[in-house]
Every structure is written in C-alpha cells, then in structure tokens.
C-alpha cells in the first residue's frame, strides 16, 4: 500500500524535494495551502505532512504558528532541508537570453547580486516551482525561473546557474507531522520537545516561566512570542527545548512551568535531526 506524505506547493516546490529526502518510501502529495495538506492527514489522503517553519535567512513562517495548536496533528520529526536555487531555462536558452525570472517573493531577493550582475528583472509569482512550469509553458527563450534542481527536471526545464543564492547553504527547517504522536522512549536518544502555553501582558510574566528550564539545564533552542485570542493581553509562546518530558530535568522545568501558566500544551517529542546536532 503506497503512503503519502502531503506539502504546500505543487511538484517540484523546496517542501516536495523535503519530503523525498527526508521520507523516500513515502509518495509525496502536493497541497495549494498548509492548511489543505493538514486537512489532508486528518481525513486520510495522507499518513503525514511535511510543513516548513522557519528559514535561515527568512526567518520564521508564521502561518505555522497559528495552524499547528489547532491541527489535532503531533511533531514527529524534523529535517532540514538545503536550498539550492537554480536559474531554470527552456532547453537551448542562454543565460544571455534570460531577461526576466519568475519566482517566489522570498527566492527572489536571496538571488539579488546574481540577478543585479547579469541585468535580470525579477518577477515576483506564487512560489518557486510552480514558476518553473510556468516558464515551461511560456515557451519563452528569454523568460527564466528560480526553483530547485528538482522542479527543472519535472518540467523539462534546464539549469543555467547553479546555487546562485546570495548566502550559500539557506536552510529550511520542516516539521514532520502525523495524526497520532510518536515519542521516542527514555534514553533512545537526543530528542526536542515542542510546547505552547500562553501568559497575561504583565510585567515579568515571561521571566517567570523561562526560570525553570535554567535552573534545571533545560537547553531552549527556540523560543517565539505571538499574540493570542485577536488582542494585545495575551501572548502565545512557542518553544522548543532539548530534553524529554520524562527525563528529570524537563520534568522538573514543565512543573515549574505550570506554577505560572494555565494550561502548556506539549506539540510534540520527536528525535533530533542530524543536522541539528552537526550544528552542536
């Protein structure tokens, strides 16, 4: 039986090439937005999705906060996923025919020094591969995308320039998402676990609960802030911190933690990627 694993974008996106990477026995399964291939695990066209949150250089995709505490999906896995912008041409193009290239809003000024060197206009459009079929469409020599190696060979387009990015080795991280939780057991490994809780607008209210996870060596690799509810009172936090919730130092921290706040929501315990801990 064939298993999918969902993403926003159409064939060949960054997310696509994410999922083949990081899950190969899986088929992918493209989505218009996150939403839909959230909606798509909970109603079974999928056994996972794959959702992108945060990037090097763009920093955080901030949908995903909102999205995920009200998904009734689980984090567990991540991967970080490189990315490696390429100049997409039809086939017999050069890159001195190239005088406009379509791409994502984002994409687009991470190529600025390559696009400003060689006199080409960028054209902001949806996303990066679907800027490569678009191109493949056109049917012309002198319209260009920037998308992943990927997405040329889907659509039969060919790569003039290869890692053209401004700041080499962007790198996306993606949360792998499943509709019923996998924690690994006590011990299996270096893990992250995800939280949210949320604190009143008060004075050292966001002191208050860090305090925990410092005096009992809980490491918080990330750590977010967003305003909850449509007003400016309270505030939703995202974390994540090495650690398992029933090894004694997390424990410790998440009940030092609720002395503070009403309710913390545990989004997941998952394995730490290898990619994280080369960074380490």
């Known amino acids: 039986m064939t298993k999918h694993v969902a993403f926003e974008g159409v064939l060949g996106a960054y997310s696509d090439l994410a999922c083949r990477a990081a899950l190969p026995d899986y088929e992918t399964l493209p989505c218009a937005t996150a939403e839909e291939a959230v909606a798509a695990v909970r109603d079974?066209?999928?056994?996972?999705?794959?959702?992108?949150?945060?990037?090097?250089?763009?920093?955080?995709?901030?949908?995903?906060?909102?999205?995920?505490?009200?998904?009734?999906?689980?984090?567990?896995?991540?991967?970080?996923?490189?990315?490696e912008h390429h100049l997409l041409a039809l086939p017999g193009a050069t890159l001195a025919d190239i005088k406009k290239a379509r791409s994502h809003v984002h994409a687009l000024p991470q190529c600025r020094q390559f696009l400003k060197a060689h006199n080409i206009e960028p054209v902001v459009r949806p996303d990066t591969a679907g800027s490569a079929e678009e191109v493949a469409k056109l049917g012309d020599v002198s319209v260009a995308a920037i998308a992943?190696?990927?997405?040329?060979?889907?659509?039969?387009?060919?790569?003039?320039?290869?890692?053209?990015?401004?700041?080499?080795?962007?790198?996306?991280?993606?949360?792998?998402?499943?509709?019923?939780?996998?924690?690994?057991?006590?011990?299996?490994?270096?893990c992250i676990t995800t939280l949210i809780y949320r604190v009143r607008n008060v004075p050292a209210a966001l002191y208050k609960t860090l305090g925990g996870f410092a005096t009992n060596g809980v490491n918080i690799t990330r750590l977010e802030s967003y305003l909850a509810d449509g007003g400016f009172n309270v505030a939703q936090f995202w974390i994540d911190v090495e650690g398992h919730p029933d090894e004694r130092p997390l424990k410790l921290a998440l009940e030092e933690l609720s002395f503070f706040v009403e309710e913390v929501e545990i989004l997941g315990v998952y394995p730490a990627s290898a990619f994280r801990l080369k960074m380490v």
């Not at 955080?60 to 689980?74: E, F, M, N």
Request: include cysteine; proline fraction near 7%.
């Open 148 to 190: 992943s190696k990927l997405a040329g060979e889907l659509y039969g387009l060919k790569s003039l320039a290869a890692n053209i990015a401004d700041v080499p080795g962007n790198t996306t991280r993606c949360l792998i998402l499943s509709p019923t939780p996998q924690r690994p057991k006590v011990g299996d490994g270096h």
């Open 44 to 83: 079974g066209r999928a056994e996972l999705a794959m959702i992108p949150v945060e990037n090097m250089v763009a920093g955080r995709v901030a949908a995903v906060h909102y999205l995920l505490p009200k998904s009734g999906l689980y984090i567990v896995g991540e991967h970080y996923q490189t990315v």
